[in-house]
């Protein structure tokens, strides 16, 4: 199998040298670049698995190239925050990062985090066992075997890979209540912690794609306890 190839966004020099180096160490192929202007570049003629995008570079910010990455790419995007703080990593999840981890980091934490996210990508890119990969609901399908959500009037919906995680959690287990450990271990592949409402931003994101412009909420908050998924599901 060929090495992933990780894009590193990151205007510090000396980060990008250490990342560089300690990730080509740990496996992966990597390409450095400094700012939003020279990720477009690269993204145009490389192919690549992953991203590393940091929150505050010069020009465009990293959350404006977050947005518009997940606009119109499902390529998982790790992002780095200068702050630990909650704003940082809710806004992260709300402009479609699949994960966070702030500075100073530990590089072995970064790389772990990179592959736990890798794996899902691959895994949802593979043929499920089970026969049924098709589950559908309220006349939405959610493909497995293509990573596709088509809603009720035949239009593709984007999902990032949290999101695209979480509903297969949902549907999985649907009319049942799913603790928000259960859904962060699912969606996120880390333990939160008592006060990590990540799963929270996660959920509201995918309602909002599942039609909450007015229409009953497929995914019912069952006060403290979880969520739970209101539509019967069947599998084709």
């Known amino acids: 199998m060929s ?4 894009l590193l966004v990151d205007d510090d020099g000396e980060i990008r040298r250490l990342v560089t ?3 080509r160490e740990s496996g992966f192929r990597v390409t450095s670049v400094r700012d939003g202007r020279e990720m477009r570049e690269t993204l145009k003629s490389t192919s690549v698995d992953l991203i590393v995008l940091d929150l505050m570079l010069p020009g465009i910010s990293g959350l404006e190239l977050c947005r518009e990455l997940r606009a119109e790419s499902a390529i998982p995007i790790v ?3 200068a702050r630990g703080d909650d704003l940082d ?26 592959r736990a996210v890798l794996r899902r990508t691959t895994a ?14 309220d006349g939405w399908v959610l493909d497995t075997r293509r990573r596709e959500l088509v809603n ?11 999101e695209y995680d979480l509903l297969l ?24 912690s008592v006060f990590d409402r990540s799963i929270d931003v996660q959920v509201s994101r995918l309602r909002r794609k599942l039609g909450g412009d007015g229409t009953p909420d497929m995914i019912k ?9 209101v539509p019967e599901v069947a599998k084709a």
């Open 21 to 23: 180096k300690f990730l």
């Open 3 to 6: 090495e992933p190839h990780i």
């Open 124 to 137: 949802q890119g593979e043929t499920r066992l089970d026969p049924s990969w098709r589950f559908t609901f």
């Open 169 to 192: 959690s949902f549907v999985e287990a649907p009319q049942r209540v799913l603790s928000r450990d259960h859904l962060l271990d699912a969606a996120r592949n880390r333990v939160s």
């Open 89 to 114: 990593r809710v806004l992260g999840l709300e402009f479609g990062a699949d994960d966070y981890i702030s500075k100073p980091f530990n590089t072995r934490e970064l790389a772990a985090r990179i």
């Open 152 to 162: 009720d009037q035949g239009v593709v919906v984007d999902l990032s890979t949290g």
């Open 79 to 81: 992002m780095l925050t």
């Open 221 to 229: 908050t069952v006060r403290g306890l979880g969520y739970l998924f």
